[in-house]
């Protein structure tokens, strides 16, 4: 007896060991770089200077070149795009390489660096790199041979394929085992089967597919024209078009910021020689439409801050020097204005 009545008492004393182990186990600390904002500088053509700086929401500093303060060497590239995947962030060069690094403290992973030629973009899918890429210009500046590009670890690597897509690929998303591929010169969605690396199925669109998103549980698509932008979603069970609407935003220039309550502001611009921008604002589900929400003139990116509900233009200054950044309240009015890198044109709110 004396036997029987031991084992439950045990078990329960184990049990409410293991948990107390369990209660009083610390979280790890967040690094240096898994809070605040990352600032994307493109860089200038022909002097490859791209980098990212850090703002910390908390303290206000600014943290210049990080890559380089944190791995002993510059990016040595035109930085096109910033993606986060788990803890990896992957900077994109159109200069024709990625770099990886440890989204927690910036310390380098590995790298692409060989057989790419004018990347855009990046997802992850099936333990791969997908990886768009306008391939070679042509003598006449064309891209007959653009393509995306597959890398067989998260790590980096070698090319192990190229899948020939149609002209000037550029924003792409992971849903399931497919990739969708914006085709911004063509107006063509391509899906890429990621376990095949096979195109599924293409979709055509108007306008110059540029950036997709998800809101309200559906992934979009971004596309332009001179004189409407256009917002399609998606059937995903059988890749076909659910929704297209229009709204008559015209000179957009692709770079666009999404809130997560569905609120679209989208760069405008003239374009030379007055260089007239803008922000349009509209609601995705619901009527408000503002054509002239924000004006000005050299805008170069765009990002929103979900947890302060501010908006971020960044300014090229026309590459004559650094650029700047512009914090807006959601009102349109300034908060803070100062100095970044070379072509400032994207953001990564952590």
């Excluded at 022909?46 to 980098?51: A, H, I, K, L």
């Excluded at 908390?58 to 303060?69: A, D, I, P, Q, S």
């Excluded at 795009?81 to 380098?108: C, H, P, Q």
Aim: negative net charge.
């Amino acid at each position: 007896m004396t036997k029987n009545l031991f084992k439950p008492f045990l078990i329960i004393f184990l049990a409410a060991s293991l948990f107390a182990c369990s209660e009083s186990e610390p979280e790890r600390p967040l690094g240096e770089y898994e809070q605040g904002i990352l600032i994307m500088n493109e860089g200038a053509f022909g002097v490859n200077d791209g980098e990212v700086f850090h703002l910390n929401t908390n303290t206000g500093e600014l943290k210049r070149n990080v890559f380089e303060l944190e791995n002993g060497r510059p990016f040595a590239g035109l930085l096109e795009d910033m993606i986060l995947e788990e803890d990896r962030l992957y900077l994109v060069a159109n200069t024709g390489k990625v770099e990886i690094v440890d989204a927690r403290d910036f310390k380098s992973i590995g790298s692409v660096t060989g057989d790419l030629d004018i990347s855009r973009s990046l997802t992850v899918n099936s333990g791969k790199l997908f990886i768009s890429d306008y391939g070679p210009y042509a003598p006449d500046f064309s891209t007959p041979d653009s393509y995306v590009a597959v890398v067989n670890t998260q790590d980096g690597g070698l090319v192990s394929r190229k899948i020939p897509v149609s002209r000037k690929p550029e924003d792409m998303i992971a849903t399931g085992r497919y990739v969708l591929v914006a085709g911004s010169e063509e107006g063509k969605v391509e899906v890429i089967d990621a376990e095949t690396e096979e195109i599924f199925k293409t979709i055509d669109v108007e306008g110059r597919p540029m950036k997709f998103f998800e809101a309200n549980g559906s992934i979009f698509l971004y596309s332009i024209t001179s004189e409407v932008v256009i917002f399609y979603s998606f059937h995903l069970d059988n890749f076909t078009l659910a929704t297209t609407n229009y709204y008559p935003i015209i000179n957009a220039t692709g770079k666009i910021a999404v809130s997560p309550e569905g609120v679209a502001y989208m760069l405008t611009s003239s374009g030379w020689p007055d260089y007239q921008d803008g922000i349009a604002k509209l609601a995705l589900f619901g009527p408000e439409i503002d054509l002239d929400w924000y004006t000005g003139s050299g805008f170069y990116g765009i990002g929103y801050d979900p947890i302060a509900q501010e908006i971020y233009v960044s300014n090229s200054n026309g590459f004559q020097g650094n650029g700047s950044v512009t914090i807006l309240d959601k009102e349109g009015t300034e908060v803070r204005n100062f100095e970044v890198g070379r072509g400032p044109s994207g953001f990564l709110f952590r």
